[in-house]
């Protein structure tokens, strides 16, 4: 490995370490605020302006965002995308691809059944089962268009289409999590501890993926 290239992926390195830690930091103290039943202030405030936007029309939108988050899209469109790698004989961005999909639902699965939280019952337009914390729809929509923009920010030249790219999954990332909060499945501290515990495990997942591209490159 080059100097330059060294003190390149250290950077990377270090970049990394401070998103994982702070994610943690943040999951950490909403669990917290939950185990101390300190959270209903910050919920209640956003619940009551989000839901204060509620018309036919826009509940018609949040169900269809809030579906490209679920689990049957994401194993189809998670299923094609691998498939497609596997065809351009990428096979460590497939498989890093499926372990960091995979691994987030499990590890999600896990934590909601530490905390136990029940879901809200203000206000619910469509029926969800299960616990709630943290966002099931928040955390694997983090993991799955995060990854995925990232592998493809690491074929594409443009910087418009760079830029198009991360934008676009970000946005959506979001709205996904708005929808979860819109729709009275999740309290809003339940999606900020998803995209917390999902951004902290994605981070780790292109770290990682990163690593064995640079060892397999040098």
Request: hydrophobic share 55%; glycine share 6%; aromatic share 10%.
């Amino acid at each position: 490995m080059q100097p330059k290239q060294a003190s390149l992926t250290g950077k990377y390195i270090l970049i990394a370490v401070v998103i994982v830690l702070l994610s943690i930091l943040i999951f950490m103290k909403f669990a917290h605020d939950l185990q101390k039943n300190q959270l209903e202030r910050f919920d209640r405030t956003y619940i009551d302006w989000i839901q204060s936007h509620i018309s036919p029309k826009l509940t018609v939108w949040m169900k269809g965002i809030t579906e490209l988050g679920s689990f049957q899209t994401l194993s189809v469109l998670l299923l094609v995308s691998v498939s497609l790698m596997v065809w351009r004989r990428k096979k460590w961005e497939a498989l890093f691809f499926m372990a960091a999909v995979t691994g987030g639902m499990l590890f999600n699965q896990l934590l909601k059944q530490i905390f136990e939280r029940q879901r809200p019952m203000l206000h619910r337009i469509v029926e969800e089962t299960g616990y709630s914390f943290p966002s099931g729809h928040s955390m694997a929509s983090i993991v799955f268009y995060g990854m995925l923009a990232m592998l493809l920010l690491m074929f594409v030249k443009s910087p418009v289409l760079k830029l198009l790219i991360a934008v676009t999954a970000g946005c959506l990332i979001i709205m996904i999590g708005v929808s979860r909060i819109y729709l009275g499945v999740h309290y809003p501290s339940d999606v900020a501890a998803g995209f917390a515990a999902g951004a902290a495990w994605l981070t780790v997942c292109g770290a990682g993926l990163q690593a064995v591209l640079v060892s397999r490159r040098s």
